[in-house]
């Protein structure tokens, strides 16, 4: 996206300071746990951006312009993390976790198959989601193989409920 042009820069640093704000308010969440107090912050900030949105829309670049036209059009995806704080804000975690299997990707050549895609990713699902927990995979793997050889049962990757 050109940023150069017209009032794009304008535009960037009045929506690089609102982003900016949402993850401090997000963080200051994660700290206090205070919902209350960010579900008041989060109904003013989602006012403003829908004011700065309206705006900024009719003199914006093309791009700038679908951009904030995606903006307001799915601002329920957008700011999902304002009305469920319990979900971060950015998907550094997703993409954390997808490196694996691109690597893998990219160093294999892909899979043959759809078959075998799929049973891939199944796998990398499992080797990240130990990961996630805490457990050994290799530990996992063979708890899954006895539980399988000895029972026909499977072993279960939810974490167990607290009592």
């Not at 997000?26 to 705006?55: G, M, N, P």
Request: glycine share 4%; proline share 4%; aromatic share 10%.
């Amino acid at each position: 996206m050109k940023l150069s042009h017209g009032n794009n820069p304008a535009l960037g640093q009045a929506f690089i300071e609102l982003i900016e704000e949402a993850f401090a308010q997000h963080k200051q969440w994660r700290q206090t746990q205070d919902s209350t107090s960010f579900f008041t912050w989060a109904a003013s900030f989602k006012l403003r951006v829908a004011l700065t949105i309206q705006e900024w829309i009719s003199t914006a670049g093309y791009e700038s312009g679908k951009l904030l036209r995606s903006l307001r059009d799915k601002a329920q995806q957008w700011w999902y993390f304002l009305d469920h704080p319990e979900v971060p804000p950015d998907n550094n975690l997703a993409e954390r976790s997808l490196r694996l299997a691109v690597t893998k990707r990219k160093v294999s050549g892909g899979s043959r198959s759809m078959k075998r895609f799929q049973q891939t990713a199944d796998l990398l699902s499992v080797v990240q989601t130990c990961r996630r927990q805490g457990r050994s995979v290799i530990e996992f793997f063979q708890a899954a193989l006895v539980a399988q050889t000895e029972s026909g049962q499977s072993v279960s990757l939810l974490p167990e409920p607290v009592p």
